[in-house]
């Protein structure tokens, strides 16, 4: 007998554990003896190990995280049917249908190796949405890198995009939205985010409970290999260290084929009501289904690791319950039912077996060749592991980076006409600011026939009920140079421009989702961030009605001592009763009128101008005003509704000007633009004010649509008209200069193919 | 227990846009001198008994219609001890 | 109403797409079961897009084993229409039911764009109600797309006629003569790599462009 047992454990107490290496820390590991009275076997430390990384247990997070259902309003909680803890969130979207949808990250994994970092990103997230009883239906991937011109970059990109797009279109998931960011603080720790939604009706929603004495544990799936082995404690719980050995063979990798028979199997298993709970396996494999499940049920299961389907044979029990072999899954089963869910399996070749089953004695017990390896509460592993409350600090160095402000005399402003269109032609071509197409044209955003918009409109939208026209809107989005001189504030503007984005589709904003990633929380300074942003994303939910309905943290995104900006993702879901009356961003008909929605203040802090131009980082982020958001929200929903809206765009980085040169290129139309005389031209076109959207009207609606907005208090002006169709059109700034639509393509496309390699897309 | 192996290539004539990029990452790596790159795919096929003639002659009608598409590739049959 | 056959291999993704581009043509789209030895009487087939195996080994290599797949060898060989998006197309390369092969994009990426074409043959079942010469806006998106076959097959098809599509202003993949889809000598079997299915909505599509592909199915049926 070479493995240790429980009945070992409890008979040589003081054998040396290599908790340290497997990420504890002493005083969790003295705690794990005290809730089992004994040492724990190896099998229990390895579990309890994964168990309690800080990417499975939020023991940073927690306390913070707390708020978002605190603080979750009585209309916010209208339309959850499933709120903060499950796998992901549901929400009502009316006539019976409800989706669910999720962002998480896969940070670590995609520095090390990009394409399958980031394809199991995505099969990770798209297993999460399935567990809900959920159809996926859609993906969309925010991404941040260090500096386009970086070669580091040239290796993390190209194969994050490929690893995306080789597993999202091989499940026949459509890609439809995202967001490419570069920054020198993610240099070293690009972020890879994932988001899923799915629909189902609403009497379909799964959960991950293990009830029901003798009901049945089935893992099925893929076979279980020595994938991603401590990838959760070593990987995504520590920060990257030159000195330390290389993390390579911690990796997943992925098989998307496995996974799409796993969606389609799961479906027929769903429509025939043959589980009573279900889970998938990511971070910590086994050793997370069986303990949340167990936890979250009748409180007890019991299970024969031997059972497991193997790929390599030589796995220790230690390892079986720590891999992170993708594309599997975990239901419980009633006796009755199984022989029909096998059936279901066999048709679709999905390897099925019963490993164990479910009881009543408050233990979750794992044998291994016939002696028990694990003997341990539930809870304690997986609901209960440690809370931290980390120390947080304002750094010191913050008051004066926010007194910093990019006034007119700090940083030199364009002035003249000249000026001000190489201003613009600099500001398009910016890596941040140019067209994504390069990234974006290698996923399908066709498969499912049911987008109705996609990138690079601002939200994506897909088509729910195709009898109906039932559908919804999703965006993501953050700005880690906001968060980053203003954390509270930060997380707030990334709210409202999600929430923007999602009502300038047409779409009524209703439930949010977020991945927080933040540098160590070890460090006071970025806990202190932290903590800001979650509060300022938890009071603006509040402030708006919407509930978070789930999320995930992503800590230690930092290589030494300097982290990357702190970097609140935050995502957007609205409902549109009806697809066909989405508003797309395009620039419409010659001779409509283009109006200015809100209200523009000299707010360059963190803008892209003072990033591009200046490299400049200092002031306040613009105000938030979270009431003039609402307002601005209704404003669009009902303009679309009523069909007086032809297009509309929000305003944020980049200004008025990058907002009518997007609507410019996208409808291949120009416009004559007035701007404001009581606005200085510089701030008109560049600020960064928030609760602005850029619409187009037809003159017959113009009059409906400002009575609109006066009757909320909400400022609107004729900035201009559509004028000019193809590529000599140009966007002509009255007084100031002209620019062709050609030129403008050209800045805006040429640049990332320019880094990146050419793109026929 | 026998060992079969069946090594798959493109014909020469097919574009190969695989071994051109991996031609390009070699001399971008300070790999010179190298005139050209082609990337193919190995079969490693382990069989339960031994390999009898019949046997041999069955892996090579599957190495032609299965694992190669002739339209495109040639292949190669060997038996490794 | 003409019974179109539909066929889901292990990883097939744009079949039920192609299904609801029967339905709007005006026909009744038949789900075919990659293990179905009988074609349930069908008038005609769809091989849809997706990656049927998850494109191991080679696109469609797999798939062409299926047992469904003998009867549509056998059914095509008699002059049942089949059409092959794709996966599909790939698919009827490896049966060679039709000639060439689909290899690797020679930009090494996947490329989802919308693809203007040119419709070079009418007198397919498939293409009968479009113009010759008629241009067209339909997705394209695979990775595996490039068209290949010996000068010899090259000058056949062109010479008799069976380029049916051809890619214009780019080649998204560096098919040969910018070939986007074929048939076979007798005109039944076509294989289109771009993707009709995803063009028959104004409200999801590029263009309605490609409901024509599946109303001329119906339009020769409705002869028959």
């Known amino acids: ?761 | 227990m026998a060992r079969v192996v069946v090594d798959v290539m493109l014909k020469p004539e097919i574009l190969d846009p695989q071994g051109q990029a991996v031609q390009g990452a070699l001399s971008r790596l300070g790999f010179t001198g190298v005139s050209s790159v082609r990337q193919g795919k190995r079969f490693e096929i382990e069989l339960d008994g031994d390999l009898d003639d019949a046997t041999r002659a069955r892996v090579e009608e599957l190495a032609g219609t299965l694992l190669a598409n002739t339209v495109i590739e040639d292949y190669r049959v060997r038996v490794e001890d | 109403m003409a019974r179109i056959g539909v066929v889901t291999f292990p990883g097939s993704l744009d079949d039920r797409d192609a299904a609801r581009a029967i339905t709007v043509a005006g026909g009744e789209p038949v789900p075919l079961w990659h293990k179905d030895r009988s074609l349930a009487g069908v008038d005609a087939v769809v091989l849809p897009g997706g990656f049927s195996y998850g494109d191991y080994l080679r696109c469609g290599a797999i798939a062409r084993f299926a047992p469904v797949m003998e009867m549509i060898i056998d059914g095509a060989q008699g002059g049942l229409p089949v059409l092959g998006i794709c996966n599909g197309f790939q698919i009827l390369c490896e049966t060679h039911l039709l000639p060439g092969a689909l290899t690797r994009n020679d930009s090494l990426h996947f490329v989802c764009r919308d693809q203007r074409l040119r419709i070079d043959s009418t007198s397919t079942p498939w293409t009968s109600d479009y113009a010759l010469g008629q241009e067209i806006v339909v997705p394209l998106k695979n990775g595996e797309g490039g068209y290949v076959a010996d000068e010899r097959t090259l000058d056949e098809l062109e010479a008799e006629g069976r380029v049916v599509a051809r890619y214009l202003e780019v080649n998204p993949n560096g098919s040969r003569r910018d070939i986007a889809g074929i048939s076979n000598a007798a005109g039944n079997v076509v294989g289109l790599m771009p993707h009709p299915e995803h063009a028959v909505e104004p409200l999801t599509g590029p263009s309605t462009d490609g409901l024509a592909f599946f109303t001329s199915i119906l339009t020769r049926l409705a002869r028959a």
């Open chain 1, 1 to 761: 007998m070479s493995f240790d047992t429980v009945d070992n454990a409890r008979h040589t107490p003081d054998e040396d554990q290599p908790w340290a290496e497997l990420g504890l820390k002493e005083d969790e590991y003295q705690r794990i003896r005290e809730i089992l009275g004994r040492r724990p076997s190896s099998s229990e430390l390895a579990m309890y190990s994964v168990m309690w990384s800080e990417h499975c247990s939020y023991k940073s997070s927690k306390v913070h995280l707390r708020q978002f259902g605190e603080k979750q309003t009585e209309a916010a909680k209208e339309s959850l049917l499933v709120g903060i803890g499950e796998n992901a969130g549901v929400v009502d979207i009316g006539d019976g249908w409800a989706v669910t949808f999720k962002v998480e990250s896969h940070n670590h994994p995609s520095y090390v190796e990009p394409y399958q970092g980031a394809a199991t990103g995505v099969g990770g997230i798209v297993r999460d949405i399935l567990t809900m009883g959920a159809r996926p239906i859609a993906v969309m991937d925010p991404l941040r890198f260090g500096p386009a011109d970086a070669p580091d970059t040239r290796r993390v990109l190209p194969g994050v995009v490929a690893g995306i797009g080789g597993y999202g279109n091989c499940l026949g998931l459509p890609n439809i939205g995202g967001e490419v960011v570069f920054d020198e603080s993610y240099a070293g720790n690009p972020l890879v985010n994932a988001l899923c939604v799915g629909s189902l009706r609403h009497d379909e929603i799964k959960l991950a409970k293990a009830t029901g004495v003798g009901n049945l544990v089935v893992l099925f799936g893929a076979k279980t290999g020595g994938d991603g082995i401590g990838g959760v404690s070593v990987l995504a719980s520590e920060t990257f260290d030159a000195d330390k050995p290389s993390k390579r063979p911690s990796v997943q990798v992925g098989d998307p084929f496995t996974e799409k028979l796993l969606i389609e199997c799961c479906l027929e298993i769903f429509a025939e009501d043959l589980v009573v709970g279900i889970q998938d396996l990511g971070g910590a494999g086994i050793s997370c289904a069986t303990s949340e499940m167990a936890s979250a049920g009748t409180g007890g299961m019991h299970v024969v690791l031997d059972r497991v389907p193997l790929r390599d044979p030589t796995l220790s029990p230690e390892e079986i319950l720590m891999s992170e072999s993708q594309e599997r899954m975990c239901a419980v089963v009633e006796p009755a039912k199984l022989d029909r869910f096998m059936g279901i399996c066999q048709r679709w070749d999905i390897t099925a077996t019963v490993i164990g089953e479910v009881t009543d004695t408050d233990r979750l017990v794992i044998e291994w060749h016939s002696e028990t390896v694990v003997d341990v509460p539930p809870r304690t592993v997986a609901h209960e592991g440690p809370v931290y409350q980390r120390p947080y600090e304002r750094p010191a160095d913050q008051d004066a980076r926010q007194a910093d402000a990019p006034t007119a005399q700090r940083l030199v402003r364009p002035t003249t006409s000249v000026e001000l269109r190489d201003t613009l032609l600099r500001l398009v071509s910016s890596p941040n600011l140019a067209a994504k197409g390069w990234v974006t044209s290698q996923y399908d955003k066709y498969v499912q026939g049911n987008t109705v918009l996609a990138q690079p409109e601002d939200a994506g939208v897909v088509r729910v009920d195709e009898k109906t026209g039932r559908g919804v809107a999703i965006s993501t989005d953050a700005n880690g140079r906001f968060t980053k001189l203003d954390p509270y504030a930060g997380a707030q503007l990334a709210l409202a421009e999600a929430y923007r984005n999602v009502a300038a589709t047409g779409a009524k904003p209703l439930a949010v989702t977020n991945c927080l990633n933040f540098g160590s929380p070890e460090d006071p300074a970025v806990m202190w961030q932290f903590a800001e942003a979650v509060r300022g994303l938890a009071d603006a939910c509040e402030a708006l009605d919407v509930p978070v309905t789930g999320g995930n943290v992503s800590f230690y995104n930092q290589t030494g001592e300097v982290a990357i900006l702190p970097t609140p993702v935050v995502g957007v879901l609205g409902v549109i009763d009806d697809v066909a009356r989405r508003t797309p961003m395009a620039l419409g008909p010659e001779g409509e009128s283009v109006l200015l929605v809100g209200e523009t203040r000299d707010e360059l802090g963190g803008s892209e101008w003072a990033h591009v131009v200046h490299g400049h980082l200092g002031g306040l982020p613009p105000t938030v005003d979270l009431q003039r958001e609402r307002q601005l929200a209704e404003i669009l929903v009902a303009g679309s509704r009523d069909g007086m809206l032809t297009a509309a765009h929000d305003v944020s980085e980049g200004g008025v000007a990058l907002a009518l040169v997007e609507m410019a290129l996208r409808g291949g139309r120009g416009a004559r633009v007035v701007l404001p005389d009581d606005v200085d031209p510089f701030v008109a076109l560049f600020s960064e004010s928030t609760g602005r959207a850029v619409v187009v009207v037809p003159r017959s609606e113009e009059l409906r649509f400002t009575d609109m907005c006066v009757a909320r208090h909400v400022p609107v002006a004729r900035v201009g008209v559509v004028d000019g169709v193809g590529d000599q059109a140009e966007l002509a700034v009255q007084g100031q200069f002209s620019v062709s639509l050609a030129q403008l393509r050209t800045a805006s496309e040429a640049t990332l193919p320019a880094l990146f390699g050419p793109s026929v897309g």
